[in-house]
């Protein structure tokens, strides 16, 4: 019977079912074993001292020895009590918890009784006492075997269902052993002639005996099959093998349970296969450890004899191990492998036990499945080493071959030309094969080859849980459109990469742990594809993850850390996907894009870099998209270079260094981010970049919200900039971009402030809500401002300073805390159609040798008047329409206020200043109008000029003097400033 089919069966069966199997027609398929082993059996007549056959390569040569002393039957418990018997068992069965560890050791050959039973109980069988359900008087024996009823030829058909009901020749093998005549007649001390015994004692245990033995052999099998205590029979069938076990569980209920006891089969099982714990062919063709606790069978080590049975054994000089005339065992055991692999015929099921093969190089070119036996560490134990050719080679084929369990070596004489191994490895798959190689260890010295090479169209080999490590080449190469699954492999401390993958090969790697590699982690060059998901790269001396010259991969689910330099570096035309991968703590840039390359960076986490997060230089390109960026030591993203990457929708935040950081004729689409929380600039724009940015949200910087200096271009459209430390926007030094349909609020120092000869054309903003100004023009600056909205600002709408220039046009200013529009020293702009009102404080006010264009503008509703001209000041002025201002400056002066009371210290209302000579005791103190009238009245006062101050007078900071205006600021201004103290009620009363 086929292995496959009867592990498909019983695969089916659940735990739950094994409640059931109390009865035995539930008793499992005793499958190939049984099935081949009883066809010839002669066992029920076999003398048990002989069953006890010595295994010269088991490590129970002691049981020689011991065996003889013990080949007779133990005497029977005095007195046969059978309660005696069943508190013995009990009590034995009660020690299952301590001894339960024993279960782990290597089975002692020979088994003593209370270990027997304990373990019993360990492996899912609740300790058996049939007898508790036996007739317990001995008349009851009598009168049954005194019924003599001749039964012998319905025997096998209800009490075999086990073999009979999955494998009839196993029925046909055990009643052939019931129907003959028993070979020798049983002597009285013979046990043999329990085997005919019927499950009931009421029933004769043969025709035969009751026709022809005495009554005597009839109690002594009653005896052997009922009354013998557990332990004494465990101790019997230890000297039984597989065979003769599987014949004795179709004798009775009770033999069929001790039987299959887990220790019985479990030292059967390790001396053959010299397994720890069973292993288990799965339904994918692979073998896998099951601990006994996890195994899904009742007795896992009899399951695994049963689907490993038709296995050809390489181990050396065990031959009489697995033959065995006497139990019809015979398997087939030989001492190399090529020698199995030659008579094995196409599928052979090969166990190569622990040794070192030398210098056999194997080529396999069928469906060979090949498997390390040792106890311990399997694959360590069992080692293939070859020096010239490749240690293994896969060929055409071998389409469902495997390889598992052992040690690859590959050891070239590195002393000798490097030229005989070069085209030789440790591991080679070539085209259209696909063997599976699962839990080997592969160590190849080749300073030429890779240690795993695997190339050709069609080559599709599984290769999984293998340690390919401490290579001094690559680890494992994929080349020439060959594929295959990789799964689980342990990579690391190899000399090259870790994986190179290339010229169109496609592999599928998954959950690979590839680190410590003095080179790449993974290299996919030369138009390499591949799909890697969730695999662990780390601690590589270069990238961990390279794509060079038309490669593609697919990355998904992987972790790239600790890199010793970046974490993925795509160039030379790469492209590749890399999506929703964790890249952080790598020494350079989380992800390298350069040199023509495409690739797709989506949804992965970018942080904790010891440099930038995504760095797009050398004319890169790339679609960066829906990540989320944080942490770095540098720019989030940086694009340099000629470089011109999509980048959008991602979160870029909480870095040390700046957001994104555009330089070096850098551009780049950069779109829908959200850049945050940066301790440097949101963004960086310079030395001749052209960038556009559009719908980002640029928050909460530390600086600026975004940066232009040194020739910084490109545009900026329809971005949220706000509550920047800084101003949302700064440009500087030639810079010239185009800022449009931005919002932005929210700076300390200004929305946006030009100076040292910035330029660029701003228009359709909406500034607002800023502190010093909403734009500040300063320093031979000179922008263009269109249609913009400027207003609530906490201070000035528009400040021009010191050599500031700029265009102003058609730009609405109004609510501003300070002056709509202030220009100041040596300024000259430009102001056209724009419209200035509803102004706390003036309209335009023009001062300090600035002169000015006006045209055409509308000033109107500003509180302490329309277009206000300090004193030398003499702007071109043309058909400007100042109307329906407050003027409240002049107002105060004509009711005689101090303008201290409209202006307090924060404001500058614009009017004809005064000094004291005799109160002022420095040159920079101002007095109004009015407190020099009344104040100051008799002083020696001196006019200074019609211009921008608060009164000093007012604010009490003259030292000699106190302001008989009392001019605290009135009830209204401090709406203005959220800084005003509170009006006190005093001021009131001076109203
Ligand atoms: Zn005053
Ligand atoms: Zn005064
Ligand atoms: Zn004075």
Sequence with gaps: MPSASVTARSRTRSKRRTLRRTEVTEEPESGGVAGCAIQDVVAPSIPLPLLASNNPCSSGNSLVSSSSSSSSPPPPPVGGSNGEGNMAATASSSSSSTSSTLNREPSPPLIHPPSIVAVTGSCHQPPYDLRRKQPTSSSLFVSHLSENSPQTGTVPAHSHPCCGGSATEAAAGCSSGVNSPSPAPPSPESPSSMLPARKRPRKCTSTLSSDSCESGTSVAAQYLQYELPDEVMLTIFSYLKEKDLCCLSHVCKRFQILANDCKLWKTIYQRLFEYDLPMFRNTSGTFDVVSVDDSEYENPWKMSLMQLYKGIHVREGCKDMYIDNLSGRNIVCVDSIGAAISIGGDNPLIFVHANKYVGESLVIDNNAEIVGAACGNIAENVVFETDRESTVVFVEGSLNSYLGYVTLKFSPDLGASNAPHQRHYCLEIKENCSPTVDHCVIRSQSTVGAAVCVSGAGSEPVIKCCDISDCENVGLYVTDHASGTYEDNEISRNALAGIWVKNHANPIMRRNHIHHGRDVGIFTFDNGLGYFESNNIHNNRIAGFEVKAGANPTVVHCEIHHGQTGGIYVHENGQGQFIENQIHSNNFAGVWVTSNSNPTIRRNEIYNGHQ????????????????????????????????????????????????????????????????????????????????????????????????????????????????????????????????????????????????????????????????????????????????????????????????????????????????????????????????????????????????????????????????????????????????????????????????????????????????????????RNAICVNCIKTCHHGHEIEFIRHDRFFCDCGANTLESLQCQLQGEPTADTDTLYDSSQPTESHTLMVN
């Excluded at 989030?636 to 929708?649: E, K």
């Excluded at 994104?660 to 949101?682: D, M, Q, R």
């Excluded at 928050?699 to 232009?708: A, D, N, R």
């Design 612 to 923: 930038g997060g995504v760095y797009i230089f050398g004319e890169g390109r790339g679609l960066i998209e829906h990540n989320n960026i944080y942490g770095n030591a540098l720019a989030g993203i940086q694009i340099r270079t000629n470089s011109d990457p999509i980048v959008r929708h991602n979160k870029i935040h909480h870095g040390q260094h700046g957001g994104v950081y555009v330089h070096e004729k850098g551009n780049g689409l950069i779109e829908e981010n959200e850049v945050y929380a940066n301790s440097l600039a949101g963004v960086w724009i310079t030395t001749g970049s052209t960038p556009v940015l559009r719908r980002n949200r640029i928050h909460s910087g530390k600086q600026v919200g975004v940066y232009f200096y040194d020739n910084g271009h490109g545009r900026l459209e329809d971005n949220d900039i706000f509550n920047h430390l800084y101003s949302g926007v700064q440009i500087r030094t030639g810079s010239n971009p185009v800022i449009r349909g931005n919002k932005i609020w929210g700076g300390q120092n200004g929305g946006v402030l030009v100076y040292n000869g910035g330029l660029g054309l701003l228009e359709n903003n909406e500034i607002f809500d800023n502190a010093m100004a909403g734009v500040w023009i300063k320093t031979d600056s000179n922008p263009t401002l269109k249609r913009n909205k400027i207003y609530d600002g906490r201070d000035g709408g528009i400040c021009i300073f010191n050599g500031g220039k700029g265009i102003l046009e058609e730009n609405d200013i109004c609510r501003n805390a300070q002056a709509g529009v202030l220009i100041s020293t040596q300024s000259h702009p430009v102001l056209r159609k724009n419209r200035i009102f509803d102004g706390h404080a003036a309209g335009i006010e023009v001062t300090n040798n600035a002169t000015a264009t006006l045209e055409h503008n509308q000033i109107f509703n500003n509180r302490f008047g329309g277009l206000c001209l300090a004193s030398g000041v003499h702007p071109t002025c043309r058909a400007n329409k100042i109307f329906k201002n407050q003027d409240a400056v002049e107002k105060a002066v004509k009711n005689g206020q101090c303008l201290y009371k409209i202006s307090s210290y924060t404001s500058f209302p614009m009017h004809d200043f005064y000094r004291c000579r005799t109160c002022n005791t420095t040159d």
